[in-house]
């Protein structure tokens, strides 16, 4: 079974960046869709991925992060990375990566997750 860690969360400025990575270890990364997942503060984990990447490389977005958050996957590398650009106050959260094995069109149900990240956006 895959291990995932997420790492780059931190503090921000609205409308600022910032990359989040997924690393994966134990197993082959290309089994796997990857899914992104956020926690807001005093709130349950979301249930839906904001963004997921499907085997074969296709994406998908919440309509909340579509356009400002762009994620991409190196196998080789056994990597996902979480491009968030114009980051807003409502973006704060913990943000937790998690995969599902050979999954054909949705990052569910999921079968690993990473520990998450924070990302605070705030002036």
């Known amino acids: 079974q895959v291990q995932l860690v997420e790492s780059g969360g931190g503090l921000v400025q609205p409308g600022g960046s910032l990359r989040l990575s997924c690393a994966a270890s134990g197993a082959r990364l290309d089994f796997y869709a990857i899914g992104w997942f956020r926690q807001a503060p005093g709130l349950e984990r979301e249930g839906d991925s904001i963004?997921?990447?499907?085997?074969?490389?296709?994406?998908m977005y919440a309509d909340s992060v579509k356009v400002r958050f762009t994620v991409s996957r190196d196998n080789a590398k056994k990597m996902v990375y979480l491009q968030m650009n114009d980051l807003k106050p409502e973006d704060t959260a913990v943000y937790y990566c998690a995969a599902t094995l050979f999954a054909a069109d949705q990052c569910s149900p999921q079968d690993s997750w990473g520990q998450g990240t924070q990302v605070t956006v705030s002036s």
């Open positions: 963004v997921c990447i499907l085997i074969d490389g296709t994406t």
